[in-house]
T-cell receptor, first 118, second 117 residues
Framework: AQKITQTQPGMFVQEKEAVTLDCTYD???????LFWYKQPSSGEMIFLIY??????QNATEGRYSLNFQKARKSANLVISASQLGDSAMYFC???????????????FGKGTHLIIQP | DGGITQSPKYLFRKEGQNVTLSCEQN?????MYWYRQDPGQGLRLIYY???????QKGDIAEGYSVSREKKESFPLTVTSAQKNPTAFYLC????????????????FGAGTRLSVL
């Protein structure tokens, strides 16, 4: 079973609209972290936002917010007031395990290709 | 400026040849990682290293090898045993994994695109 599921392969959104990118995850760990990265056509991975499993508040970073619903195991990314420069691939990722122990690599979803139209 | 440098940007491999991808970081991070990305797919973990002279296999280590002789460097060798090496390879690093708490955010290099001739 996939650990990170992103169900939207591609999305077209009008500039200045808000957009929600879906992410569901699967883990039996109590301690885990969820990340969103942006990958423009150049290929670099740009960190956007992080949510820890014990964080009670939804994370926010500028125009980005993470809608964290722990019981549903979902961590959707919300981009407010989208801009043309937001066009890119967006990846949801998870790190499992307790701090200081265990594997530390990230597990990524397959991504959502977001295109902002003028 | 601190960051992660991957070289070369493009690399071509001949049949039966081993090739080495370079990854250098000046962020003073203890942990380093190698990921592979196929077209239209997410990243998959190849190898990671939490400390100098130690490394562990990730999900798709077969056909790859690594070394970690210096804190700053984590080269990846794609061996002839890797039958489908064409992909985009990304190196990342993060702070000491033994510190409690925090996201241990991974910072990525710009990647190397490997193709087979």
């Amino acid at each position: 079973a996939q650990k990170i599921t992103q169900t939207q392969p591609g999305m077209f959104v009008q500039e200045k609209e808000a957009v929600t990118l879906d992410c569901t995850y699967d883990t039996s760990d109590q301690s885990y972290g969820l990340f969103w990265y942006k990958q423009p056509s150049s290929g670099e991975m740009i960190f956007l936002i992080y949510q820890g499993s014990y964080d009670e508040q939804n994370a926010t970073e500028g125009r980005y917010s993470l809608n964290f619903q722990k019981a549903r195991k979902s961590a959707n990314l919300v981009i407010s007031a989208s801009q043309l420069g937001d066009s890119a691939m967006y990846f949801c990722a998870m790190r499992e395990g307790t701090p200081g122990g265990g594997a530390d690599g990230l597990t990524f979803g397959k991504g959502t290709h977001l295109i902002i139209q003028p | 400026d601190g960051g992660i440098t991957q070289s070369p940007k493009y690399l071509f491999r001949k049949e039966g040849q081993n090739v080495t991808l370079s990854c250098e970081q000046n962020l003073n991070h203890d942990a380093m990682y190698w990921y592979r990305q196929d077209p239209g797919q997410g990243l998959r973990l190849i190898y990671y290293s939490q400390i100098v002279n130690d490394f562990q296999k990730g999900d798709i280590a077969e056909g790859y090898s690594v070394s970690r002789e210096k804190k700053e460097s984590f080269p990846l060798t794609v061996t002839s045993a890797q039958k489908n090496p064409t992909a985009f390879y990304l190196c990342a690093s993060s702070i000491d994994v033994w510190l409690a708490g925090g996201p241990r955010l991974q910072y990525f290099g710009a990647g190397t695109r490997l193709s087979v001739l």
